[in-house]
C-alpha cells in the first residue's frame, strides 16, 4: 500500500515568550517553541541577541527547545544590556513565524 508521505510546513509558534521581571545577578529564561519540518532555526532579537554561539563569554545562551537562557541578568547604573523587548522568530525554507513581544524588566 502507500504510505502517507509526512509533508514539510512552516513554522509556527507553540511557546510564546512571557514578560519577566527579574533582579539583577539572577538567571532567567525566555520560553519560546516552535515547531516546523525541517525543524526550525531559533533567533531572538533584541535589536540582535548575541549568544554564546556568537561569542563563549556571552551570559546568555539559547537552549536546546529555543528558549533564551541568561546565566545571570546584567544591570548596573551605565549598562543595562539585558532589560528590554524580545522576540523570538523561528525559521526554515518554508518560511518564518514570529512570537509575541516579551519585556525584560530588572526589578
Avoid at 551605565?78 to 532589560?83: A, G, I, L, T
Amino acid at each position: 500500500g502507500s504510505r502517507l508521505r509526512q509533508e514539510d510546513f512552516p513554522p509556527r509558534i507553540v511557546e510564546h515568550p512571557s514578560d519577566l521581571i527579574v533582579s539583577k545577578g539572577e538567571p532567567a529564561t525566555l520560553n519560546c517553541k516552535a515547531e516546523g519540518r525541517p525543524t526550525p532555526t531559533i533567533e531572538w532579537y533584541k535589536e540582535r541577541v548575541e549568544t554564546d554561539k556568537d561569542d563563549p563569554r556571552s551570559h546568555r545562551m539559547l537552549l536546546p527547545s529555543g528558549s533564551l537562557f541568561f546565566l545571570r541578568i546584567v544591570h548596573g547604573r551605565k549598562s543595562r544590556p539585558d532589560e528590554g523587548v524580545y522576540v523570538c522568530v523561528a525559521r526554515n525554507y518554508l518560511g518564518e513565524a514570529v512570537s509575541h513581544n516579551a519585556s525584560l524588566e530588572v526589578a
